[in-house]
C-alpha cells in the first residue's frame, strides 16, 4: 500500500512573502487583493504576509529569491501582468520571468507560487483578475497555501536509509549562489 502526501489548505500560523509588479498595476492590485484575501480566508493573519513592489515582472525572480532564501516566508507568491504588445518584448519578459521564477523554486526548497498573468489582450488579463475567469492572484495564493503544507509534511519524513538520491543532493550546483554576497535588508 502506498503512502499519499498532500498538502492541506489551512494557512494557519504561517507567514507569506508576496512580489509584485507595479507594471501593468491596474490588473496586478487585482491580483494581490485576491492573494490577500485568499490568504486570510485560509486562517493566516494578514499582519504576517509582506509585500514587496517591483517595477515590473522581469525584476520579480530577484526580490522572490531574496524572499525565499530569508527564511521569514513558508512560501512566497509571485504576481505579475504580461500583455502581448506589438514587439516581441512580451516573449522575452514572459519566458524570463517563468523561468526565473522556476530557478527560485527549485534551487531554494520554499514553495514559490507563480502568479504571473501572461495574455494577448488586456480584456483577457482583466478577466484573469477577478471577473470571468476567477482571480489568478487568489489560485497563486492557495497553491503557496498547499505546497507550505506539503513541503512541511514532507520535511518531517524520515529519511531512509536506501534513499537512492543522497547521492546526487550534493552535486546540484545552487545557480544562484554567491558566498560573497552580504546579508543586507528585511528579507
Known sequence: MSNVIQGNLVAEGMRFGIVVSRFNEFITSK??????DAIERH??????????????????????????RSGRYNAVICLGAVIRGSTPHFDYIAAEVTKGVAQVALSVGVPVAFGVVTTDTIEQAVERAGTKMGNK????????????NLMRQLNALQP????????????????????????????
Do not use: H, R
Open 31 to 36: 491580483l494581490l487583493e485576491g492573494a490577500l
Open 160 to 187: 531512509s536509509d536506501a534513499n537512492p538520491t543522497d547521492q546526487w543532493e550534493s552535486e546540484v550546483p545552487d545557480p544562484f549562489s554567491d558566498p560573497e554576497e552580504p546579508d543586507a535588508g528585511p528579507f
Open 137 to 148: 492572484g487568489a489560485d497563486a495564493a492557495v497553491t503557496a497555501i498547499e505546497m507550505a
Open 43 to 68: 486562517g493566516a493573519d494578514p499582519s504576517a504576509t509582506d509585500v514587496a513592489w517591483v517595477p515590473g515582472s522581469f525584476e520579480i525572480p530577484q526580490v522572490a529569491l531574496k524572499m525565499a
